[in-house]
């Protein structure tokens, strides 16, 4: 079953990089495993899947270890600053900052282990209440204060976008992510890096890629429901 649906992902993804005249290795796919059982997640390595997004913190640490050491673990969710010594060598990207505190926390630990992290910055594009992440216009102002932490290395924006039936109605918040790390990228802002986009979820990762997404984020189009 995992097998199956990670092929149908696969070729959907590769239609979105026709359509969108874009190279398949310009965009990877996180396979989300949260509340899914490791032998699932062992499915899905078996099918070709490398990367592993969890958005808690002691679900990742739970199956980190009992997991092939090749998997790339992504921490994809809302993170408090007391977890962040767990992720530490075991998660290689951190996709959820948005505040000062908590990338600062992040830096210091990874400066104490002899790392640096990388990490995206959360951008709530539609104003959703409900969700985390900074609004578009303040991510440039935390971009410029993260700049100078020697511990982590801000790579790209990640957003999550609302939830609804029809995929085409997110493009636009797809495409304001990526007009505003175009935006970013034109300051040339010393030690900052923008070069990934995290957007697209199951119900609209093929929009998602055609507007520029680098990392897609599929979770019950892989595992199934939760
Ligand atoms: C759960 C989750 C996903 C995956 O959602 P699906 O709709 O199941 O693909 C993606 N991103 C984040 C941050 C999540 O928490």
Redo the contacts with the bound molecule.
């Keep these: 079953m995992v097998a199956e649906n990670m092929s149908t992902v696969e070729k959907k993804i590769c239609s979105a990089c026709l359509r969108a005249g874009r190279k398949r290795e310009e965009v990877r796919l996180v396979c989300?495993s949260?509340t899914k059982p490791v032998s699932l997640l062992r499915e899905a390595y078996e099918a070709g899947g490398r990367l592993f997004?969890e958005?808690r913190v002691q679900e990742l640490m739970d199956k980190e270890p009992q997991l092939p050491g090749d998997i790339e673990w992504h921490m994809?969710?809302h993170l408090q600053r007391n977890k962040v010594k767990y992720l530490i060598g075991r998660a290689s990207m951190i996709?959820?900052v948005d505040s000062e505190p908590l990338a600062e926390t992040i830096s210091r630990l990874a400066v104490q282990a002899g790392i640096v992290m990388p990490v995206l910055i959360e951008v709530n594009a539609a104003g959703e209440k409900t969700k985390f992440g900074i609004p578009p216009e303040n991510a440039e102002p935390l971009i410029r204060e993260l700049a100078v932490l020697p511990g982590i290395r801000v790579n790209g924006l990640m957003t999550?976008a609302p939830l609804t039936e029809n995929p085409e109605s997110n493009r636009r918040y797809f495409r304001l992510l990526r007009e505003l790390s175009i935006d970013i990228k034109r300051k040339s802002i010393d030690n900052i890096e923008i070069n990934e986009l995290s957007m697209g979820?199951?119900?609209d990762y093929e929009v998602a890629i055609e507007e520029g997404a680098t990392l897609i984020?599929?979770?019950?189009?892989i595992f199934g429901e939760?």
Aim: glycine residues 28%; hydrophobic residues 30%; proline residues 0%.
């Design positions: 989300v949260k997004g958005n994809i969710g996709h959820s999550i979820m199951t119900g984020r599929v979770g019950t189009g939760r």
